[in-house]
């Protein structure tokens, strides 16, 4: 079977012109001190079937975000993303072509919930019989191979939220303020960030930087951390000096096992790309990279998302 880093897509079905409904959910395990690995599945009693916990996007929102939701709509589970695994499109009876992203999911809290006319039953199951009760081969297949992919901890590069253009600000560069697109973005990037579970967040000092982390921070009673070698009037010249302090960062997540955004500019970003042994890529504003970090600091999974604001 195919690494994640290197396989995102898989389709059980014929391509198709039309555009798919859009989906997430997740593979949900838990550690049971008798049992062992246990994998959290539904029972859907309008299909009479048993799957994994998936559901279709809201409008506005981002797939990171759906599968967080979904997953806790369904279970009653609230999870962090971990690795992506691949993509799932079929035929969804009369709705169409659905194509459903999934990642494997490190629960944070649960509650138990209630039956309803969609989910009327929530099972741990241990792995074996997990995959004995689920209905769907693509089912099987997910939950086998996020059970193959080693322990990781997102750390996300994040390019700031869109600013005044330079030709319409006359003060101190790093001053430059985001407008009101970019505070839009700042406000989406609340659930997309919450979706890798960011506990701890680093920022260039400049203004642009340190307000597309604030509304994250104010609603999840975060501090910033902030250091002048990521502006861009510091690190555009200095790759050394902004590579080191990359790698610290990246050695701060994996000791503390704390998922870590860090904010930046364009210039500063192909030094921190380069330290983290990532290939070269340009980000547009409120753009971000998730690297899922194994504990020597490999970068098993990259990816991509922004804010449609």
């Not at 079937?49 to 975000?65: F, I, M, N, R, Y």
């Not at 099987?140 to 600013?163: C, D, M, N």
């Not at 319409?168 to 970019?182: A, E, F, V």
């Amino acid at each position: 079977m195919p690494s994640v880093s290197t396989a995102r897509t898989r389709k059980d079905a014929t391509p198709s012109p039309r555009r798919p409904i859009l989906a997430a959910g997740a593979v949900v395990t838990r550690e049971h001190p008798l049992r062992g690995t246990e994998v959290v599945i539904i029972h859907r009693k309008r299909y009479d079937d048993w799957t994994l916990p998936k559901g279709k996007l809201d409008v506005g929102e981002s797939l990171p975000a759906c599968a967080v939701r979904e997953v806790w709509e369904e279970t009653g589970v609230t999870i962090r993303l971990s690795v992506p695994l691949d993509s799932i499109t079929y035929e969804a009876g009369n709705a169409g072509l659905k194509k459903v992203d999934y990642w494997g999911g490190v629960v944070l809290e649960s509650v138990r919930r209630a039956p309803d006319a969609e989910v009327d039953v929530v099972s741990w199951l241990p792995v074996r019989a997990a995959l004995a009760r689920l209905t769907y081969s693509h089912d099987h297949f997910l939950v086998l191979q996020y059970l193959e992919q080693p322990p990781t901890t997102p750390l996300i590069i994040l390019r700031h939220a869109k600013a005044m253009d330079r030709k319409d600000w006359s003060r101190k560069d790093s001053t430059r303020p985001i407008i009101s697109r970019g505070r839009r973005q700042a406000k989406m990037l609340i659930p997309m960030l919450g979706a890798y579970g960011v506990t701890k967040l680093v920022s260039s000092t400049s203004t642009r930087c340190t307000t597309t982390v604030l509304p994250y921070a104010h609603q999840h009673e975060l501090t910033v951390e902030t250091y002048s070698l990521l502006s861009e009037e510091e690190g555009e010249d200095d790759p050394k000096s902004v590579g080191s302090l990359a790698r610290k960062i990246r050695a701060a997540t994996l000791v503390s096992g704390e998922p870590t955004a860090v904010c930046v500019h364009r210039p500063v970003l192909p030094h921190i790309l380069d330290a983290l042994d990532i290939a070269p890529t340009t980000l547009v504003t409120g753009e971000f990279l998730v690297a899922h970090l194994t504990a020597d600091g490999t970068v098993h999974a990259l990816e991509r998302h922004r804010p449609q604001a």
